[in-house]
């Protein structure tokens, strides 16, 4: 058991359901303040000198900052990331995908914050973020869409509602188009990138078993192959065999085979036999 199970069982009935429909509607918010009061956008981004200063709301408060485009950006941007988180809250479940998107949010306002400490301590005066870049939630949506590529991999999506494309080469441009903004981009692009990234790292390598790659788990398994090979080759290079029928998946491709945890040994049966075989003791 993993650390994301330990904590789900302490903690997991805490889990919000349905989390990207808020996220969504946060990024909706955002976009009608800065349509109708633009003025008002300065009171909810992610400044740690204000936030020092008791205007703590700005811990939240800047997951509305809605990503730069047009309405109709926005309006593919929520269609796409709610299927897609959706998606994600099904496979992963309801607790492991809260932990991936809050550990996202939560490593993008600890950069914001090493990213002030730097800037004091080398130039000695508060730097304000918005200055180099508004920091908003849109690489943390995007981390989303590297989840659902590592998971769904070949999974097709139609491109602009025509082209067919797998997730695997929109999550290689996506990687290209992030290299690119974290290079030519200001350093609060920088940070934003580099949290969802590290979100997506972590998450991925604490949350697997590991030990399938290990040295000694890839020996057994090479053990176990060159022990079964000669006991799973039939007639014509066949690798299944029903051992009250003797058809193989040469016979008949359709063909199912299971083996019997009831018999003594290593029998296999098709599908019409697996069930009404005799047991052998």
């Known amino acids: 058991m993993n650390w994301l199970d330990?904590?789900?069982?302490?903690?997991?009935r805490y889990a919000i359901p349905n989390l990207t429909v808020y996220l969504l509607a946060g990024y909706v918010i955002g976009y009608a303040v800065a349509w109708l009061m633009p003025s008002l956008l300065g009171w909810l981004t992610l400044e740690p000198a204000l936030i020092l200063r008791g205007q703590v709301w700005r811990l939240i408060s800047w997951v509305l900052i809605p990503p730069s485009g047009s309405l109709v950006t926005l309006f593919f941007l929520v269609l796409l990331y709610y299927s897609l988180g959706t998606t994600l809250e099904r496979t992963w479940g309801t607790f492991r995908y809260n932990v991936y998107i809050f550990s996202g949010i939560l490593f993008t306002v600890i950069a914001a914050f090493i990213l002030y400490g730097v800037y004091f301590l080398l130039y000695g005066y508060e730097v304000s973020l918005s200055a180099v870049g508004l920091i908003s939630t849109n690489y943390i949506t995007m981390s989303i869409f590297l989840a659902f590529a590592a998971i769904y991999p070949d999974m097709e999506v139609l491109l602009f509602f025509i082209l067919p494309v797998k997730m695997k080469w929109m999550a290689l441009v996506y990687a290209a188009m992030a290299l690119y903004y974290f290079i030519t981009g200001g350093m609060a692009t920088r940070v934003a990138i580099?949290?969802?990234?590290?979100?997506?790292?972590?998450f991925f390598f604490s949350s697997r078993n590991m030990r399938r790659f290990g040295p000694r788990e890839q020996a057994r398994k090479a053990r176990f192959r060159r022990q079964s090979r000669p006991?799973?080759?039939?007639?014509?290079?066949?690798?299944?065999?029903?051992a009250v029928c003797g058809r193989t998946e040469l016979d008949d491709p359709n063909l199912e085979f299971r083996f019997c945890s009831k018999c003594k040994g290593n029998y296999e049966y098709c599908q019409d036999h697996l069930f009404t075989h005799e047991h052998v003791k």
């Not at 330990?6 to 997991?12: A, M, Q, S, T």
């Not at 580099?194 to 972590?202: D, E, P």
Request: aromatic residues 8%; contains cysteine.
């Open 6 to 12: 330990k904590l789900e069982r302490k903690i997991g």
């Open 194 to 202: 580099a949290a969802s990234l590290l979100n997506f790292i972590i």
């Open 231 to 242: 006991h799973m080759t039939y007639t014509n290079g066949a690798r299944h065999r029903c």
